[in-house]
Nanobody, 117 residues
């Protein structure tokens, strides 16, 4: 069973930065698409950023409008790891952040990010 293990969550003041990491437990296969979703209390899970790669290229990225210009997604294909650099954090970024990979589809257990004003 493939596992996605997230790390890097925590608490930060508004304007601060955090870097999330997500490592897939499998090394013999690279997921074409990896990314991050988030879910705030009482809200539905929403896309934050995804990155789709082919071969050895880093591929294309897609961001939610609310994080464009502040968050950057990247990946290390050899390590089957995806990162999310989050800058200029806002209180509304507070949520549980979930790593995502496909195909086939896998989800991480989530890491909490709390941004205080």
């Amino acid at each position: 069973q493939v596992q996605l293990v997230e790390s890097g969550g925590g608490s930060v003041q508004a304007g601060g930065s955090l870097r999330l990491s997500c490592a897939a437990s499998i090394r013999t296969f690279s997921f074409p698409t990896m990314g991050w979703y988030r879910q705030a209390p009482g809200q539905e899970r929403e896309l934050v950023a995804i990155i789709t790669s082919s071969g050895t290229s880093s591929g294309s990225t897609n961001y939610a409008d609310s994080v464009k210009g502040r968050f950057t997604i990247s990946r290390d294909m050899a390590k089957n790891t995806v990162y999310l650099q989050m800058n200029s954090l806002k209180p509304e970024d507070t949520a549980v952040y979930y790593c995502y990979a496909r195909p086939p589809t896998y989800w991480g257990k989530g890491t909490l990010v709390t941004v205080s004003s």
